[in-house]
């Protein structure tokens, strides 16, 4: 890669006031993109597209709020403390994405508790759509010139004009593209190992334990390139390394725990049971007819659906293991 100066307004569009930022149009293809990865990974699981519809709402709040809670505990107290306001200025940057991995788990968690769906079954479901907004993020960071790399001398950088002025000419590491790289490589990761380990035939938690792993330790070593955020107390490590650690560590433990137990992977699905009625229609008392499975079962949210249907037939989940 040679060396090049990147002077790219970050706005796409300006109309007075307002501005349409190449940012912006790139978080909406992270969110557009991870629900059709999701709806692809449920619908092959034996679940509804609509499963997928209805983890959006989780997982643009958990996005969000995860990331920018993240960057102002992990990285800007200062700032906050000076100016509180500035926590609702998500434009003005500042959005971590160890805090996005950390709201996307409390998302998922209430999402898969409400569904009564096995939280690392969602979370394996889930593990294409982290991986390519991770890569898709990085992108518009780029973009914006923003979370710069480290000032070097070798034979590639960057020159970011935005960042550190038109005076004199600093190139510094491109470590967002790297960070595009390494989302890449991780998407390729969960490709070629979701088929090595039989696509639905593989242990419930190795997809997400996979993304845990190769981001995380992606993430520690592309620390060595970036400017300092902020630095940890003994300043051996950067705040994004000790971060990374327990993340890399945990997924490491959950692929081991996914081998051990081997739960099947699927989407567990809404069957209707027969309970103890007799039906009113029957003369001779016998049970009516077992039911079939409904092909199109509906959603399980208790404050949607009652617990019976109108035939008196009683609702549950089943998980693979169960049939």
Do not use: C
């Not at 997928?52 to 809670?69: C, N, P, S, T, W």
């Amino acid at each position: 890669m040679p060396k090049f100066t990147w002077n790219l307004d970050p706005a796409l569009l300006h109309l007075g006031s307002f501005e349409l930022r190449y940012y912006s149009l790139i978080f909406a293809l992270v969110f557009i993109g991870g629900y059709y990865l999701l709806r692809w990974q449920i619908v092959r699981g034996g679940g509804r597209r609509e499963d997928a519809e209805d983890f959006i709402v989780y997982g643009v709040l958990g996005v969000i709020l995860g990331a920018r809670f993240g960057h102002v505990i992990f990285y800007d107290w200062d700032k906050f403390a000076e100016d509180p306001l500035w926590l609702f200025r998500i434009w003005e940057g500042g959005l971590a994405s160890h805090g996005a991995v950390l709201g996307l788990i409390l998302a998922m968690w209430i999402f898969t508790w409400r569904r009564k769906v096995p939280f690392w079954e969602g979370s394996d479901r889930f593990a294409f759509s982290a991986a390519l907004g991770a890569t898709l993020v990085r992108a518009g960071n780029f973009f914006n010139s923003e979370i710069v790399g480290r000032v070097t001398d070798g034979s590639w950088g960057v020159y970011f004009v935005r960042h550190d002025g038109p005076r004199q000419a600093v190139y510094r590491h491109p470590s967002q593209l790297y960070e595009v790289a390494l989302g890449l490589i991780v998407l390729a990761v969960l490709y070629f190992g979701d088929r090595a380990m039989g696509k639905e035939k593989r242990p419930r938690g190795a997809l997400i334990a996979l993304f845990f792993i190769f981001y995380f330790a992606g993430r520690f070593v592309i620390e060595y390139f970036k400017e300092y955020q902020t630095r940890s107390v003994d300043e051996a490590l950067t705040m994004g390394q000790l971060l990374s650690i327990p993340g890399f560590a945990f997924g490491i433990g959950l692929l081991i725990w996914a081998f051990n137990k081997r739960l099947p992977a699927g989407w567990p699905t809404t069957v209707l049971v027969r309970t103890a009625k007799k039906s009113a229609s029957s003369n001779d008392g016998s049970d009516v007819d077992p039911p079939s499975m409904d092909d199109n079962p509906p959603s399980m949210d208790d404050d949607i659906e009652d617990e019976f249907d109108n035939e008196g037939l009683k609702k549950r989940r089943i998980t693979p293991h169960e049939e």
